[in-house]
């Protein structure tokens, strides 16, 4: 069964460093989404992406935040210069026409 | 009024009982809804879409109720394997891609 995949599964990391985080959907899928949750609390949505460009964000999804479809498979996150409160469960998701399917996430530690 | 509210629980369900939960949506113009189980520290995974007519897969059956603007999920002969968080998606519209979850409900199934 197909799955969307994510590197790393975990990322430590210094406050003000850029950390990318990597995804690769379902390959005949056409939505691509970044999902966060901060441990104990509710899923966060914060960017949705189609046809190579971003087609929604949230307020979460500030300047510091990015993403790319560089290839055709992978998707991207970069967060250019983490903060404390960047640390949470990063998921990706993707979808083709019913609700999207999760990878396993990425959970980025900023020190 | 949040977007997307659930009971947060926990509902303590003895084991080969029936438990029902709601969620309630606030944006009228909602198109698309799902109801997805999370697992402590994984991530959601799709139990099922919820059609305006209602559907049943195995022992869950969705309900939508639109004049009302809210959703259901009953879960019959509930299995110890059922203990997990449900969470409520709720998809903005055809013109909108983002998919905002509510905060889940916690249903823990006993022996």
């Known amino acids: 069964e197909p799955e969307v995949t994510q590197t790393p599964s975990h990322q430590v990391t210094q406050m003000g460093q850029e950390v990318i985080l990597r995804c690769v959907p379902i390959s005949n899928h056409l939505y691509f989404y970044w999902y966060r949750q901060i441990l104990g609390q509710k899923v966060e949505f914060l960017v949705s992406f189609y046809n190579n460009e971003i087609s929604e964000k949230s307020e979460i999804f500030d300047d510091q935040f990015s993403v790319e479809r560089p290839d055709g498979s992978n998707f991207t996150l970069k967060i250019r210069s983490t903060k404390l409160e960047d640390s949470a469960m990063y998921f990706c998701?993707?979808?083709?026409?019913?609700?999207?399917?999760f990878g396993p996430g990425t959970r980025l530690t900023v020190l | 009024r949040k977007e997307v509210e659930q009971d947060p629980g926990p509902f303590n369900v003895p084991e080969g009982a029936t438990v029902a939960f709601n969620c309630t949506y606030s944006?009228?113009?909602?198109?698309?809804f799902f109801w997805y189980r999370q697992d402590c520290r994984k991530e959601p995974k799709l139990l099922m879409s919820?059609?305006?007519s209602g559907n049943e897969d195995g022992r869950f059956t969705a309900q939508l109720n639109r004049a009302s603007q809210y959703i259901s999920l009953l879960i019959r002969d509930s299995k110890l394997s059922d203990s997990a968080t449900y969470l409520c998606v709720v998809n903005r519209g055809a013109a909108g891609n983002k998919l905002t979850f509510g905060g889940g409900t916690r249903v823990l199934v006993k022996p």
């Open positions: 944006n009228s113009a909602s198109q698309s």
């Open positions: 919820v059609y305006s």
């Open positions: 998701a993707s979808r083709e026409r019913g609700g999207p399917y």
